[in-house]
């Protein structure tokens, strides 16, 4: 025999664990495409953006309230 039992054993388990790759592969291929398709209908408002700006502390009420004006303008 060429490798008897364990020979066997061994492509079975090379077997499977090339299965599980593949399906590891697209499980990874299928969250990336998913992702930027999402990513790139979400858009955000400027002034929803200066309001998390103004929450995050990166700018000032009065710095906030000069953005606001001039969006609105």
Same mark, same amino acid.
């Given at each position: 025999?060429?490798? !008897?039992?364990? !020979?066997?054993?061994?492509?079975?388990? +090379? *077997?499977?664990?090339?299965?599980?790759?593949? !399906?590891?592969?697209?499980?990874? +291929?299928? /969250? @990336?495409? /998913?992702?930027?398709?999402?990513?790139?209908?979400?858009?955000?408002?400027? +002034?929803?953006?200066?309001?998390? /700006?103004?929450?995050?502390?990166?700018?000032?009420?009065?710095? *906030?309230?000069?953005? /606001?004006?001039? +969006? @609105?303008?």
């Amino acid at each position: 025999m060429g490798g !008897g039992w364990i !020979g066997l054993i061994l492509n079975v388990v +090379l *077997f499977a664990g090339a299965l599980i790759l593949v !399906g590891l592969a697209a499980v990874w +291929l299928a /969250r @990336q495409f /998913r992702r930027t398709t999402s990513t790139a209908e979400v858009t955000v408002a400027p +002034l929803e953006i200066a309001r998390r /700006r103004l929450a995050a502390g990166e700018i000032t009420i009065t710095e *906030f309230e000069e953005i /606001r004006d001039r +969006l @609105q303008d």
